[in-house]
Every structure is written in C-alpha cells, then in structure tokens.
C-alpha cells in the first residue's frame, strides 16, 4: 500500500487548467465576436498570437487610433460590438479618441486595453506604462470596467457587450491588467464562469400614445419633412422605413450617412433641396436623427421663420427638448417605432400634400440641373466637381461599392454630388467631423462585408491615417484611394506675410501620394483629368487591387473650412 502511495499521481498534475489568455479567447467566441482591430505590444503581443490561432481574426494595425476607427465602424455596419486591442497607456490613449468617437456617434465598440499592475498604480510607484486607464476612459465613454481575476472574465465581457449594444449603442473599455492574462484555473470551472449574453438589446417599444399624438401631429402638416438619420441607418429596418416614406408620400431629407436608406434618385428626396424644405417645412419627423450643430439646433436662419412643430423618433428618451421644443417624442428602438407607425397609418393614410411635394420637387430639379454642368468638366488641373462628376458615375454603376469620404471641401462636396442607393454605403466623419476616419474605415469596411471599398480623401484628411496603406496592401484589402491633392488645407495657396516658413495650411507643393501606395506593392496611379482619374478608378475596382490615386486638383480650389467655414472665430482687430 505504501509503495502504491508513493507513486500516485497529485490531483493537481491531472487537472485540466485554463488561463486569462484562453478564458478571453473563449468568452468572445461565445459572443460571436471573432474579429480584433489592434496594434501589439506589451502586454498583449501573446494574447494576439493565440486569439488569431484560435480562429479569430486579428487585423494589426500601424496606430491604435486608425484601429479604433475600424472596431467603431465595424460596430455600425454589424450591430455588434467592434473590438479594438490596445497596449497599455500611450498605445490606451490613441484608441481612446476612437472610444470618444464611438460614443458620440453612438457605435457600439469595445476597446480593450492592457494595464499596468494596480497595487503599483495606486501607489504611483512608476511601473511601466503606468495609468490609472479605468479612471481616464470613463469620462469618455458610455461604460468602463475592469477585471482582475480570471474567473470574472466571462461577466466583464458580458457587461462590455451588453452595455454597448443595449439603448443606445456606444463606447465601452475594458481594462485588463497583465497579470490576468497569466492566471491559471480549473477549466471546467472556467467554462462554466463564462457567460452567453442572450438579447443584448432588446426591442424597446413605443407607447401607443406616443404613436397616435406624432400621427395626428404629421395629419396636421401643410409642408412635411422626414429627416433621416444615421440612427436610422444603423437599425437595419430598411424596409419598413422606405415604406413609412412612401406611404406618408412627405419629403424626405437624409442625413450624411442615412443617404441610400432609399436611393438619393428617389422622387421624395429632397437632399438636393435642403435649404428649402429646413427653411420651409412646418412639421419635422426626424427619425434616428439629433437636433444638434449638424442640423443648427433645430433654429436659427436655417430654419427660416416658419413656425415648426418637431416629431422625433429615438431611443434616448433625454433627446427630447435637448435644443427645441419636441411636440411628439416617439422613444422606442427605431425598428418598433416605424413599424408601430406603419401600422397605425392603417390602409388608408391620405398622403402628404401634392403642391408641396411638387414645389420640393421644381426646387430640387432647379438645382440639380445648375450643377450637372460643373460636373461635367475635363479641366486640367482638375476642380472639386470635374473630379467628383466621374466618382458620381462610378457609384451609380457600383451601388454595392463601399463609399468612405473625409476632409473638409472633400467631405462636404461628395457629400453633395455624390448620390447612394444602398443603405449603410456611406461611412463619413461622423458627428464630430474628426479627422483620420478614412484608413480605418475602409480596413472595416472591406473585411467586414467583403464589398470593393472607394475612399475619397482630402489630402490634409488622409495625413492621420495615411501609413495605414501598408496595412491595406498587407491584407490585400480590395480598396481604392482617391486622393485630392490640391498642396494643402483647405487650399494650397496661403503665404507667409511673416518669414520664410511655409503657411500654416499649405504642404510640399506636387506631392505624390501614389509613390506611397507602390512602396508597400500596391498600385499607384497619378491623375491630372478627370477622364485620366475616371479610368484609374473603373481599373482599380475591377481589379480588386490595393490601389492609390493622387488626383491633382488646382491648388486654388476650395474654401476655408469648406462649409463650416463659419465655426472659425475671426478677430476684428487689424494690425496697422
């Protein structure tokens, strides 16, 4: 017996064990989350390795920033949380701005981040990287936690996810020291501490009442308007809000990233008539939209002097009255509420009136027809418009091509031209107007829906993100870059009355952008003409290629700001 004793095995050398590193592998699978946007580093390099050997793909970005870009974009393509990965401190705050981003433009996204060791934090004893992150994050985003023990990994990720998808979608963080990464327990155990979140964001319905006051609100409207906005967009209930639309027979006026809800070319959009129908309007249902800088707050001369009366559909019940008085809140997740309405309306709903769907529509032919002319330029060296007129036909022959655009005369003339048939085609800068989107964006957008992304970029927007073309060519990622190049911000022109320096606003003069795309095997193309930038493009999108195309357009394009040149405080004082 004792000799029996002596050479059985401990309990302790059977048991099958699980570590931080697995239990994170396991708790996102579980989730179906199964793609990481980050850059690697200390301490999360192994964790890495082992999630991308674990069947989830790990997309290893050039900064943290442009991967928090594509994890808050991926959110709003998908409904899940975009997961981005972070080393600790520095590597943390880069994502953090991508965080803010998401929260602001209500993403769900879910920015994990290696910390140093707490007991060395809170006595500031000077580890390495040492922040106190949960502190920092929370005062920029929707929630922040923190786990420090393997067996609560399967809760954390669970209260991450849940709280960036549920209401209304937003930034979470999630802080992991390194030692839990390390921690070892009994698998089984471990198995059982992991949670499968079940109806993350459940349907919020409307109350009936709610529904029959905005009805007899909009049954009341002599000069209608629906505005559409990226909430709308991002609830995926296509159908039914193109068939609240028709059925209303109003106006409808998308927002930046609602265009393609229904296409731009549709009889009720009223984007090329915005002024008009803001100024004219006299009952306002916005769906999925805010009332905020984008729309001048809901007052002021670009709501002109016609009395208005707002109906507003939004998750958030503290939306409502945030800058105007609102006559019908309709809270409730997008999805019920339009359905709710729809059926309300009943078979029989008398549609918006006819003259004012008329004088919307003069008023939009009116404008379309002063501005195909511009569009059809072949100037040498290119405008804003001769350039966007080709990229205009490009996405009418591609609908299912992935739009992302940013700068600012860029942004706001794409925005413009550019009409969209499909919904969620057209990813932009979003509610802040940051800039650096652009990378990001299209690295998201390419392996999320495995759709031919073009990307029209200001040359001053695609500095912040620029490097991230290698990481484009390493995944060979089928996406097009237009770059506007006209030297400089806003335009290549400013001089320096002082001294020798350049102006603040102007860059190398006959930069080639190009070059940057063919150093990392890509395809770079130099354009000067529209019809040289028209078939660089068509070659680019067939091909799939990783591809860059410096569009040279007339240094003297362009105004200050582009269409926000207002929000630039100006002195009053001169020098004499």
């Not at 998908?78 to 401190?89: D, I, R």
């Not at 290549?492 to 063919?518: C, H, I, L, Q, W």
């Not at 999108?541 to 240094?555: Q, W």
Request: neutral net charge; contains cysteine; hydrophobic residues 45%.
């Amino acid at each position: 017996m004792a000799e029996a004793a002596a050479i059985k095995k401990p309990e302790t050398d059977t048991e099958e064990l699980t570590d931080g590193f697995n239990l994170i592998i396991d708790a996102m699978k579980l989730n179906g989350l199964t793609t990481i946007y980050g850059v690697p580093g200390i301490p999360i390099t192994d964790f890495g390795r082992m999630a991308q050997a674990a069947g989830i793909r790990v997309l290893s970005f050039r900064h943290e920033q442009n991967a928090g870009y594509a994890a808050a974009i991926a959110g709003f393509l998908t409904k899940k949380p975009g997961v981005c990965l972070t080393v600790s401190a520095p590597g943390f705050l880069n994502g953090l701005t991508a965080l803010a981003h998401a929260t602001t433009n209500c993403f769900p996204m879910i920015l994990v981040s290696g910390s140093s060791e707490r007991e060395i934090v809170d006595l500031q004893q000077g580890d390495y990287e040492e922040m106190d992150q949960l502190a920092v994050a929370k005062t920029m985003c929707k929630a922040a936690y923190r786990v420090l023990h393997a067996a609560d990994i399967g809760i954390g990720f669970a209260r991450a996810i849940r709280a960036a998808v549920s209401g209304r979608p937003g930034g979470v963080y999630l802080d992991l020291p390194a030692k839990l990464f390390g921690q070892v327990m009994n698998a089984e155990a471990g198995r059982k501490s992991l949670v499968k979140v079940i109806d993350a964001a459940p349907a919020q319905i409307p109350s009936p009442d709610s529904i029959k006051r905005a009805l007899d609100v909009l049954k009341g409207a002599k000069k209608p308007l629906i505005i559409l906005g990226k909430g709308a967009a991002y609830a995926q209930a296509d159908e039914a809000i193109k068939a609240l639309v028709e059925k209303s027979g109003v106006p409808f006026l998308p927002m930046s990233m609602a265009k393609g809800l229904l296409p731009d070319t549709h009889p009720q959009c009223a984007g090329a008539a915005r002024s008009t129908v803001l100024k004219d309007s006299d009952v306002v249902m916005m769906i999925g939209a805010r009332l905020n800088w984008l729309l001048s707050h809901g007052k002021g001369k670009a709501w002109g002097d016609a009395p208005k009366k707002f109906i507003q559909v939004d998750i958030e019940p503290r939306e409502m009255d945030s800058n105007v008085e609102i006559a019908a809140p309709v809270v409730g997740d997008i999805g019920s509420c339009v359905a709710a309405l729809l059926e309300a309306m009943g078979g029989n709903w008398t549609k918006g009136p006819s003259d004012w769907m008329g004088a919307v529509t003069a008023k939009r032919e009116e404008n379309v027809a002063k501005m195909a002319p511009r569009l059809m330029n072949n100037n040498n060296p290119m405008d804003y418009h001769g350039a966007l007129g080709v990229l205009r036909t490009v996405i009418k022959e591609r609908p299912d091509a992935i739009l992302v655009n940013e700068g600012a005369n860029t942004l706001d003339l794409t925005r413009g031209v550019i009409d969209m048939y499909k919904p969620r085609k057209r990813l932009d800068v979003g509610t802040w107007g940051v800039m650096g989107i652009g990378m990001g964006q299209c690295i998201a957008a390419a392996v999320e829906t495995g759709k031919p992304v073009l990307a029209i970029e200001g040359d001053s927007a695609f500095g912040f993100s620029g490097m991230e073309v290698e990481t484009i060519c390493r995944y060979n990622l089928p996406v097009c870059i237009v770059v506007f190049n006209n030297d400089g911000i806003y335009r290549g022109t400013d001089v320096n009355k002082a001294g020798s320096d350049p102006a603040t606003t102007v860059f190398v003069k006959g930069s080639r952008y190009d070059k940057m795309m063919e150093a990392f095997g890509g395809v770079g193309v130099n354009a000067t003409t529209p019809d040289e930038l028209k078939r660089a493009v068509n070659a680019a999108m067939d091909s799939g290629k990783p591809t860059l195309i410096n569009a040279v357009i007339d240094p003297a394009a362009g105004s200050e700001s582009g269409r926000i040149g207002n929000l630039n405080p100006q002195s009053k004082l001169k020098k004499k």
